[in-house]
């Protein structure tokens, strides 16, 4: 029997999901707890207390796996 007219639910309860598939606007991001925030780049330690975030493409893997049936 193929696949024809397969239907099917995909959920995820995942607090950052809808930021995965609907992707995000450019925002600032500073930190909540501490002085600075700390991360890499390039090798290089970075302190900082604002990143200009670029933004992120939505991805909605979820309906993609659906519609391939895995």
């Given at each position: 029997m193929g696949r024809k007219g397969l239907e099917g639910v995909v959920a995820c309860d995942h607090p950052a999901v809808g930021y995965v598939l609907n992707g995000t606007r450019p925002h600032l991001i500073?930190?909540?707890?501490a002085k600075a925030l700390h991360f890499y780049v390039d090798g290089t330690e970075v302190f900082t207390r604002l990143v200009r975030h670029p933004g992120t493409r939505p991805n909605?893997?979820?309906?993609?796996?659906?519609?391939?049936?895995?």
């Open positions: 500073r930190p909540r707890r909605n893997f979820m309906a993609r796996a659906l519609r391939l049936g895995r």
